[in-house]
C-alpha cells in the first residue's frame, strides 16, 4: 500500500461506510438492542458480532472464571522458557492459541528489577512511552474509558491470582462499583507487598498504573465505525525496536504495513481483522514469536545514562542496532526496509552478544467498553544459554534456515547468520553427548 493511498483513500472509504452503516442503522437498532439485553441476562461472550454495527459495544456483565491463586515466593517464580520456533520451513500465521485465564499475567523473579526500569522510563520519558489518544470524530471513540476499565480488570486479577504480592482494599460495597469482579466493592488501593508501594486506582492515571503494577506492556485496541482496530492508548515501556508515539492513533493495519511485518497484505490482514472483531470476552488467545537481538556491552567507563545501569541488555531499547531511541529519522528509516547488503560485509557477530527476545502477546476483550487489551511481555535469553539446552540449538539453527527471505528480512537475518554455525556446533555437542539423536525433530514448543 503506498503512502497516496492510505492519506487520499482512506476518508473516501470511511465516507462511504460511514454511509452505509448510516442507512442500515435505523434498520438494525431495535434488534440489535434486543440481542444486548439477552447477552446481559443470560450468558455473555457468545458470538454477538454478527448483529453489532462496527464500532458500537454495550455493555456486558461477564462471569469470570474463578482463579487459582499462585503462592509460589516471586524470587522462586522462574521466567517461563518460551522458545517459539520449530524445525524446517517458518509459515507465516498468527499462530494464536486458546489461553487460560490463569496465564493472563505473568510475574516472576525479575519483578522488582524490571519494575525498577519501568518506573524509570515512565518518569523519564512520559508520553512516549504511556499515551491515551483522544476520539477521532466519526471513527473511533478515544482511549479513556477502556484505560480506566483495564487497570480495574488488572487490580481484580492480580490480586486473585497472586493474593501475596498485591493487596487491595475495596470500597463500601454497598456502594455499587461500576467496575468490579462477581459483585464486590470496586477496588479503591493496590499494593505491591515485595515493594511496600500502595497506589490509589481513582488518584493515579490509569494506563501509568497499569504498566507500573506488572512486567507486561499494553495497548488497548478499540474498534472504530469502520470495523478497523485503532490503537487508542498504550503503555509501551519497553518495546524494543518500535515506538509508542509513531503508532498512537493508528488503526491496526497501518501499524503492520509502516512495521513491515512480512506477508502481512497476503496472509494476516483479513484474518486479523477479522478475529479481532470476533473475539469473545470469554475466549482470551495467546500467540509467541521471537527474533534476535544483538547488544555491544555498555561502555561502562563513558557512559553517564542511568538507564544503562539498569538495562544491561537493552531489553527497552535496542540501542546497539537502532541508536539513540529519540532519532527523528527512526521511524523513516523503518518505514524503507534496509537492504540486504547494508549489514553484509560487516565485524563477525560474536555469540556472547546475541540474545533471543521471545515476545508472548495476549488479547482479550473487555466486558464494559468492548476494547481490546493486548499484553506483549519480552523475555530476553543469552543465545549461550540457549544453547545449552537439549535439542534447542539445532531446532534455531533448523528454524532460522526455514525463513523465506522476507521473513529473514524482517528479523534481520543477515546481523546473526555467524550465529548459524555456532548453534549447528553446539547442537554436534548435543549428539555426540548422546543429549539428542542427530535426526530427531521431535522437540518442539516446550508449552
Ligand atoms: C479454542 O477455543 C475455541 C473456541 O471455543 C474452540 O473451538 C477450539 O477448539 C479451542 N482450541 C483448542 C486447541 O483448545
Ligand atoms: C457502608 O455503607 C453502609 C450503608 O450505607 C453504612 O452503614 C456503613 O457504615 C458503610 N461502611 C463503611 C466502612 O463505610
Ligand atoms: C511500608 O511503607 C509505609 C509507608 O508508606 C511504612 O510506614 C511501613 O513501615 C513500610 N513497611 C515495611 C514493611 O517496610
Ligand atoms: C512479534 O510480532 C510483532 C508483530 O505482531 C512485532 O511487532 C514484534 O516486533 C515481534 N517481536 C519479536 C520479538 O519478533
Given at each position: 500500500m503506498s503512502p497516496l493511498f492510505r492519506f487520499d483513500?482512506?476518508?473516501f472509504v470511511v465516507g462511504l461506510l460511514a454511509l452505509v452503516a448510516l442507512g442500515l442503522f435505523k434498520l438494525r437498532q431495535r434488534s440489535s438492542r434486543v440481542h444486548s439485553t439477552r447477552d446481559q441476562t443470560t450468558v455473555a461472550g457468545k458470538p454477538r458480532t454478527q448483529e453489532r454495527e462496527p464500532g458500537e459495544w454495550t455493555p456486558a456483565t461477564f462471569d469470570y472464571p474463578q482463579l487459582e491463586p499462585c503462592t509460589d515466593e516471586l524470587n522462586t517464580i522462574k521466567p517461563?522458557?518460551?522458545?517459539?520456533?520449530?524445525w524446517g520451513e517458518y509459515h507465516v500465521t498468527m499462530g494464536i492459541r486458546n489461553m487460560s485465564w490463569n496465564e493472563w499475567i505473568e510475574i516472576d523473579q525479575n519483578f522488582v528489577a524490571h519494575h525498577r526500569l519501568r518506573e524509570h522510563r515512565i518518569r523519564t520519558r512520559g508520553e512516549r512511552v504511556v499515551r491515551v489518544h483522544d476520539a477521532q470524530p466519526g471513527i473511533v471513540a478515544s482511549g479513556h474509558n477502556a484505560a480506566r476499565e483495564l487497570v480495574y480488570e488488572l487490580a481484580?486479577?492480580?490480586s486473585r491470582r497472586y493474593p501475596d504480592i498485591y493487596h487491595v482494599t475495596r470500597k463500601n460495597k454497598s456502594e455499587k462499583g461500576t467496575y468490579s469482579w462477581y459483585g464486590e466493592g470496586q477496588v479503591q488501593t493496590i499494593t505491591i507487598v515485595p515493594l511496600n508501594v500502595t497506589y490509589d486506582l481513582e488518584k493515579e492515571d490509569p494506563m501509568t498504573l497499569s504498566a507500573s503494577l506488572i512486567q507486561e506492556d499494553l495497548a488497548i485496541m478499540i474498534e472504530g465505525s469502520d470495523g478497523r482496530y485503532y490503537l487508542q492508548a498504550g503503555a509501551i515501556i519497553i518495546p524494543g525496536s518500535w515506538r509508542l508515539s509513531d503508532k498512537i492513533g493508528m488503526p491496526l493495519d497501518e501499524i503492520h504495513v509502516t512495521g513491515h511485518v512480512p506477508q502481512y497484505e497476503r496472509k494476516l490482514h483479513l484474518s486479523m481483522s477479522r478475529f479481532f472483531?470476533?473475539?469473545?470476552l470469554?475466549?482470551?488467545v495467546v500467540r509467541n514469536n521471537y527474533s534476535f537481538q544483538l547488544v555491544h556491552p555498555p561502555l561502562s567507563s563513558t557512559t553517564t545514562d542511568p538507564e544503562i545501569a539498569l538495562d544491561p541488555t537493552e531489553l527497552a531499547w535496542c540501542r546497539t542496532i537502532h541508536g539513540d531511541e529519540d532519532r527523528d529519522d527512526f521511524e523513516r528509516r523503518q518505514s524503507s526496509v534496509p537492504p540486504l547488503e547494508e549489514a553484509a560485509g560487516s565485524a563477525p557477530v560474536d555469540p556472547n552478544e546475541v540474545f533471543l527476545r521471545s515476545e508472548r502477546q495476549t488479547l482479550r476483550r473487555l466486558p464494559r467498553t468492548g476494547a481490546i487489551a493486548f499484553t506483549i511481555r519480552v523475555y530476553q535469553t543469552p543465545i549461550m544459554d540457549l544453547a545449552r539446552e537439549p535439542g534447542v540449538p539445532g531446532r534455531l539453527a533448523s528454524a532460522v534456515r526455514g525463513w523465506s527471505e522476507d521473513v529473514a528480512q524482517?528479523?534481520?537475518?543477515?546481523r546473526y547468520k555467524d550465529v548459524l554455525p555456532y548453534l549447528d556446533e553446539r547442537h554436534r555437542e548435543q549428539v555426540e553427548a548422546g543429549?539428542?539423536?542427530?535426526d530427531d525433530h521431535s522437540s518442539s514448543y516446550p508449552f
Open positions: 483513500a482512506v476518508p517461563i522458557p518460551y522458545r517459539p520456533f520449530r481484580e486479577y492480580l472483531r470476533r473475539l469473545p470469554d475466549k482470551p524482517y528479523k534481520g537475518v543477515e543429549l539428542i539423536k542427530e
